[in-house]
C-alpha cells in the first residue's frame, strides 16, 4: 500500500452526504447496544427511576449539542472537537482534549470489543456453537480496522444500515410491551427521581455514556459535504434520536419487568432478550439478537474511525509522532492512525479482558471514559464562550454562549460529582475509579509543561485556525491552513 509522506496526505473530499453524517452521529454511540447493557448497570444504582435519568442525560447532551453546533457551524476540520478547543484555548488544551481522547481510544474499542464479543459467544452458545469471546473480539477488530482503511463512505453506509434496522427491530418490541402494558401496567413511576442524588448521579453516568460518541461526527468535517450546514443538523438529530429511543427503550424494560422488580432487571445480562420471551415470539428474540450484535458493530466501526481522525489531525498540528499523519494514496484514509489504533485496543482488551472478565471490562471502561470525556465537554462549552466573545463577537448571543455552556457544565459535572468519593461512598471499584482518570489528566498537564517549548513551536509553525463568521463557506479548510 503506498502511503503519502508525513503529513502531505489529504482526506477524500466530499465523501459524505447529510445522511451518512446523521446516521454517522448516531450509529457511532449504538443507541441499541446501549440500551442492552447500560440499562441494567444504571437500574442497579437508580431503580425503575432509569427513564428519569435517561431523560435528564438527554437534556445534558443536548446542551453540549448545542454549543458544539455553534462552533461546527464557523470551523470544520478533521480534528472536530479537539480542533476547536485548540484554536479557541491554545495548544495546551488542545494537547488535554487529544490525552483525554487517547484515552478514549484505549477505553471504547476495547471496552466494545470486550462486550460484544462476550455477547455474540452468549448467543451462539444458545444454538450449540462454542466459540470464546476473545476470538470473537479478535475478528471484529481485524474487521473494522480493514474496513476503516478502505474507505470512510464504506464505514459510514454499513453503519447507516445497521442504525435503520436496530432501531425498527427494538423499537417494535417495546411498542409491544408498553401496549400489552408490561407485567402490571403502564404508570409514571420510572419517570420519578430516586431517592438519592447518588443514585440518579450514578445511572446518569450510563445515560451519558450512552451518548458518548454521538461528537465523533465532528471529526468528518474536511470528509462530508456542507460540513458547517450539516454536521450541526446530525449533533441534534443524534441526541433527539438517541434520547427518545433511550428513553422509551428503559420505560418499556421497566414495567416489562416490573417497577417493583428492578433487581431482577439489574441481574439480567440480556434482559431485551427476555422481554421478547415473555411479550413477542423466539422468532423476535432472534431478531434482538441480530439487532445487538449489529449495533455493537456499528458502534465499534465508527468509534474506530473517528479517533483514528483526532490522531491524523494530532500528528498533522505535531503533537503526534508524523507518521500517524500518513494517508493511503490509495484510500485516502489515515491508515497508520487507524492500524494504530487497533494495535492499542488489542492489547488493552486482551489483558483486562482476561483479568476481570468481558463485562466488567465494559463497565469498567465506560465508567472511566464517562469521566475521561466529561472534561472534554467542559472544554467545548468553554470554547463556546471564548469564540463567540473574541472572534466572532458580532454573533455573540448572552444565552447560547453563557448561560446554556454554564447549565451544561453543571449537568455533565454533577454525576460524576454524584459518583466521586465526594459524592458519597461507591461499591468497589467504582470508588476509586475516578481517581485513576484524575492521576491521568494530572499527568496529561505535567506534560504540556514539559511540552511548553514545542507547543509554542507549534503554535508559531500553524498558528490557530480561523472560526469563519458565516454559516458556510465554498471550501472546507483543514486546521492547519
Not at 445522511?19 to 454511540?29: I, N, P, Q, S, W
Not at 438529530?237 to 433487581?263: P, R
Request: charged letters at 10%; one cysteine or more.
Amino acid at each position: 500500500m503506498t502511503l503519502s509522506p508525513p503529513s502531505t496526505g489529504t482526506l477524500r473530499r466530499n465523501a459524505l452526504t447529510a445522511t451518512d453524517v446523521v446516521a454517522m452521529a448516531t450509529a457511532t454511540y449504538a443507541p441499541t447496544a446501549a440500551l442492552y447493557f447500560n440499562t441494567p448497570i444504571a437500574v442497579s444504582f437508580a431503580g425503575s427511576s432509569v427513564p428519569f435519568a435517561f431523560l435528564l442525560a438527554t437534556v445534558a447532551m443536548l446542551i453540549v449539542a448545542s454549543c458544539m453546533a455553534q462552533l461546527a457551524k464557523h470551523q470544520a476540520t478533521a480534528g472536530g472537537y479537539y480542533s476547536w478547543i485548540r484554536s479557541a484555548l491554545g495548544q495546551r488544551a488542545g494537547f488535554i482534549v487529544g490525552w483525554l481522547v487517547l484515552a478514549g481510544s484505549f477505553l471504547t474499542v476495547p471496552g466494545v470489543c470486550a462486550a460484544e464479543g462476550d455477547y455474540v459467544s452468549t448467543i451462539l452458545s444458545r444454538y450449540g456453537v462454542s466459540l470464546n469471546w476473545v476470538v470473537i473480539a479478535l475478528i471484529l477488530l481485524a474487521l473494522v480496522t480493514v474496513i476503516n482503511i478502505v474507505g470512510v463512505r464504506p464505514s459510514v453506509r454499513f453503519g447507516l444500515v445497521i442504525l435503520a434496522v436496530e432501531l425498527v427491530i427494538v423499537t417494535a418490541l417495546c411498542i409491544v410491551v408498553v401496549a400489552k402494558g408490561g407485567a402490571a401496567g403502564n404508570t409514571i413511576v420510572p419517570f420519578k427521581p430516586p431517592s438519592g442524588f447518588g443514585a440518579l448521579g450514578g445511572a446518569m453516568v450510563f445515560g451519558v455514556l450512552s451518548f458518548v460518541g454521538f461528537e465523533a461526527v465532528t471529526t468528518t468535517g474536511e470528509e462530508a459535504t456542507r460540513a458547517r450546514r450539516h454536521i450541526p443538523l446530525a449533533l441534534f438529530l443524534a441526541v433527539i434520536i438517541g434520547g427518545v429511543f433511550l428513553t422509551f427503550g428503559s420505560y418499556a424494560a421497566t414495567i416489562g419487568f416490573g417497577v417493583h422488580h428492578s433487581s431482577a432487571l439489574a441481574g439480567n445480562a440480556a434482559p431485551f432478550d427476555t422481554l421478547a420471551e415473555r411479550f413477542a415470539s423466539p422468532a423476535f428474540r432472534l431478531a434482538i439478537d441480530i439487532a445487538g450484535v449489529t449495533s455493537f458493530t456499528a458502534s465499534l466501526l465508527l468509534t474506530a474511525l473517528a479517533v483514528s481522525r483526532i490522531y491524523y489531525a494530532m500528528s498533522r498540528d505535531k503533537l503526534l509522532p508524523p507518521a500517524l499523519g500518513r494517508v493511503s494514496a490509495r484510500y485516502q484514509t489515515p491508515v497508520v492512525a487507524i492500524v494504530g489504533e487497533a494495535a492499542l485496543a488489542l492489547v488493552l482488551f486482551l489483558v483486562l479482558g482476561l483479568w476481570v472478565g468481558p463485562e466488567n471490562t465494559y463497565a469498567y471502561l465506560g465508567t472511566v471514559l464517562v469521566f475521561a470525556m466529561v472534561p472534554v465537554y467542559v472544554l467545548i462549552m468553554v470554547s463556546t464562550f471564548v469564540v463567540f466573545r473574541t472572534s466572532l463577537r458580532r454573533l455573540f448571543n448572552p444565552f447560547l454562549h453563557v448561560v446554556l455552556p454554564l447549565i451544561g457544565i453543571a449537568v455533565v459535572v454533577y454525576p460524576l460529582w454524584s459518583i466521586s468519593p465526594l459524592g458519597g461512598p461507591q461499591a468497589p471499584p467504582y470508588d476509586y475509579l475516578p481517581v485513576v482518570v484524575i492521576v491521568y489528566l494530572v499527568a496529561g498537564i505535567v506534560l504540556t509543561f514539559v511540552l511548553r517549548r514545542r507547543f509554542a513551536q507549534a503554535e508559531a509553525a500553524i498558528g490557530r485556525a480561523a472560526f469563519a463568521d458565516t454559516d458556510e463557506s465554498g471550501a472546507q479548510q483543514p486546521s492547519h491552513a
